[in-house]
């Protein structure tokens, strides 16, 4: 996420490394990379600009030049601006109605049906709401099918009428519905439409005037830099949503739409999707983002998803069992599993501070694990659970049967002490100790 905007920012910050003494000289060339930096990542030019002369004014204004550490103070300025440009503080979703509706709007293409998924989830698991998806898109019938995928995967009803062409009838029968049965948010998806598209832009803006959501949320693909600032003006122009959903953030994302869609339409970011997986959903914290943006990590989200996945009882057991010297493989595979349901590998070490650099070179895929799993599934329950007698015989039957070289079995061994110790390390699941633990795993099977 961002890793070319922070690469360009992190150099950027290094021409006041290079001096003994800092000048208005060279605070200057730095925030001339900074917008350089800004630019590339496809963030509006006068918002570029007006940002650095921001933070050349308080800069100045602050003595940064007689400072001891001006470096430290001039990144601290331009994380308070990034943050304020951003939204400043956490935007929360207004769930006052009885039911509350919520109208999904956004183009073609954005991920909104899957996030409406994500939304209903999370309104699920972590509000204790009960929801109903609506399914609106009159013209796809792929687009009804999908979201009964999605509701059915996530345990959630999904109300349609898939002979009806009338957008605004289904999204009112589907309140009365939602009323009649208890259910306490609904969410309605609508068509994927284009702004320029006048009759698809009316309809939604009749269903919007129809049911009179309490949050119009606007579904915009990150991928798509500019585009989706202008995109999401547009939609802003004719329905006056109430917060922006930013999808694909996972993706190979310049970051120029979370950076300056707040300027443009002055309505807050509210949830940002980070992968294809129905909890890969967060809250959009401006100051967070803007740490990560800066190299400075997120362990507080990091922290946050290692709660989420944390179970008291296991966590006792697994205790007891390290300090018995009794943590096996199977142990070992649960806690990859706990770490898996955190999210995608590459998003997980973007939250630790430093991470980011110090495994630049190291590859890690969404399927880091699979090699590992492959080579522990391929011992016996008697070797998973006491690794010491797995001997040479045993490594070369486990290597055949999980199709791995025996170099790679022996590194996984050679490693596993290691390995539990970090584990030990874990229960605090603090960003020093996973990153370690990632640190650790240079070499192993699955990273390279």
């Given at each position: 996420?961002?890793?070319?905007?922070?690469?360009?920012l992190?150099?950027?910050?290094h021409?006041?490394?290079?001096?003994g003494?800092?000048?208005?000289?060279?605070?200057?060339?730095?925030?001339?990379?900074?917008?350089?930096?800004?630019?590339d990542?496809?963030v509006?030019?006068?918002?570029?600009?007006?940002?650095?002369?921001?933070?050349?004014?308080?800069?100045l204004?602050?003595d940064?030049?007689?400072?001891l550490?001006?470096?430290?103070?001039?990144i601290?300025?331009?994380k308070?601006e990034?943050?304020?440009?951003?939204?400043?503080?956490?935007a929360g979703i207004n769930?006052?109605?009885?039911?509350?509706?919520?109208?999904?709007?956004?183009l073609?293409?954005s991920?909104?049906?899957?996030?409406?998924g994500?939304?209903?989830?999370?309104l699920?698991?972590?509000?204790?709401?009960?929801?109903?998806?609506?399914a609106?898109?009159?013209y796809?019938?792929a687009?009804?099918?999908?979201?009964?995928?999605?509701?059915?995967?996530?345990?959630?009803?999904?109300?349609?009428?898939?002979?009806?062409?009338n957008?605004?009838?289904?999204?009112?029968?589907?309140i009365k519905?939602a009323?009649?049965?208890?259910?306490?948010?609904?969410?309605?998806?609508?068509?994927?439409?284009?702004?320029?598209?006048?009759?698809?832009?009316?309809?939604?803006?009749?269903?919007?005037?129809a049911?009179?959501?309490?949050?119009?949320l606007?579904?915009?693909?990150?991928?798509t830099?500019?585009?989706?600032v202008n995109?999401a003006?547009?939609f802003n122009?004719?329905?006056?949503?109430?917060?922006?959903?930013?999808?694909?953030?996972?993706?190979?994302?310049?970051?120029?739409?979370?950076?300056?869609?707040k300027?443009?339409?002055n309505k807050?970011?509210?949830f940002?999707?980070?992968?294809?997986k129905?909890?890969a959903?967060?809250?959009f914290?401006?100051?967070?983002?803007?740490?990560?943006i800066?190299?400075?990590?997120?362990?507080?989200?990091?922290?946050?998803?290692a709660?989420?996945?944390?179970?008291?009882?296991?966590?006792?057991?697994?205790q007891?069992?390290?300090?018995?010297?009794e943590f096996?493989?199977?142990?070992?595979?649960t806690?990859?599993?706990?770490?898996k349901?955190?999210?995608?590998?590459?998003?997980?070490?973007?939250m630790?501070?430093?991470a980011?650099?110090?495994?630049?070179d190291i590859?890690?895929p969404?399927d880091?694990?699979?090699?590992i799993?492959?080579?522990?599934?391929?011992m016996?329950p008697?070797e998973?659970?006491k690794?010491?007698?797995?001997?040479?015989?045993?490594?070369?039957?486990i290597?055949?049967?999980?199709?791995r070289?025996?170099?790679?079995?022996?590194?996984?061994?050679?490693?596993?002490?290691?390995?539990?110790k970090?584990?030990k390390m874990?229960?605090?699941?603090?960003?020093?100790?996973?990153?370690?633990?990632?640190?650790g795993?240079?070499?192993?099977?699955?990273?390279?």
């Amino acid at each position: 996420m961002f890793n070319n905007l922070s690469d360009k920012l992190d150099k950027a910050f290094h021409i006041l490394k290079g001096h003994g003494k800092i000048t208005e000289v060279n605070v200057a060339d730095t925030l001339k990379e900074v917008r350089r930096a800004l630019l590339d990542a496809d963030v509006n030019f006068k918002i570029a600009k007006d940002f650095t002369t921001r933070v050349k004014e308080k800069a100045l204004g602050q003595d940064v030049l007689t400072t001891l550490q001006p470096g430290q103070l001039l990144i601290k300025i331009v994380k308070d601006e990034l943050t304020e440009l951003m939204g400043g503080d956490v935007a929360g979703i207004n769930l006052s109605g009885n039911p509350s509706v919520i109208l999904m709007s956004g183009l073609q293409g954005s991920g909104k049906t899957t996030f409406s998924g994500k939304l209903a989830n999370f309104l699920k698991e972590k509000k204790n709401k009960k929801p109903l998806l609506v399914a609106c898109d009159i013209y796809r019938p792929a687009a009804i099918n999908q979201l009964h995928v999605v509701g059915e995967q996530i345990g959630v009803e999904v109300y349609s009428e898939p002979e009806n062409k009338n957008a605004v009838e289904i999204a009112l029968n589907a309140i009365k519905h939602a009323k009649a049965n208890g259910f306490t948010v609904v969410i309605i998806d609508t068509a994927g439409r284009l702004a320029v598209d006048e009759e698809m832009m009316t309809e939604i803006a009749n269903v919007h005037k129809a049911v009179q959501p309490n949050e119009t949320l606007f579904v915009v693909d990150a991928m798509t830099g500019q585009d989706a600032v202008n995109t999401a003006k547009a939609f802003n122009d004719r329905l006056n949503f109430d917060g922006v959903i930013l999808t694909k953030l996972d993706g190979d994302t310049r970051g120029g739409a979370a950076i300056s869609i707040k300027s443009v339409v002055n309505k807050p970011i509210k949830f940002i999707g980070t992968g294809e997986k129905m909890d890969a959903i967060d809250v959009f914290y401006p100051s967070r983002m803007a740490d990560r943006i800066l190299g400075m990590g997120d362990v507080v989200s990091l922290v946050e998803r290692a709660q989420a996945q944390y179970d008291e009882e296991e966590a006792r057991k697994l205790q007891k069992k390290i300090a018995k010297n009794e943590f096996g493989f199977d142990d070992f595979l649960t806690q990859i599993q706990q770490v898996k349901k955190m999210g995608n590998m590459k998003d997980l070490v973007g939250m630790i501070p430093g991470a980011g650099k110090a495994l630049k070179d190291i590859d890690i895929p969404d399927d880091a694990f699979k090699h590992i799993e492959a080579i522990i599934f391929s011992m016996t329950p008697a070797e998973r659970s006491k690794p010491s007698i797995i001997d040479v015989k045993r490594k070369n039957r486990i290597a055949k049967g999980s199709g791995r070289k025996i170099e790679e079995v022996n590194q996984l061994m050679k490693q596993f002490d290691q390995m539990s110790k970090m584990m030990k390390m874990m229960q605090g699941a603090g960003g020093k100790n996973l990153m370690k633990m990632m640190g650790g795993m240079k070499g192993m099977p699955g990273m390279r």
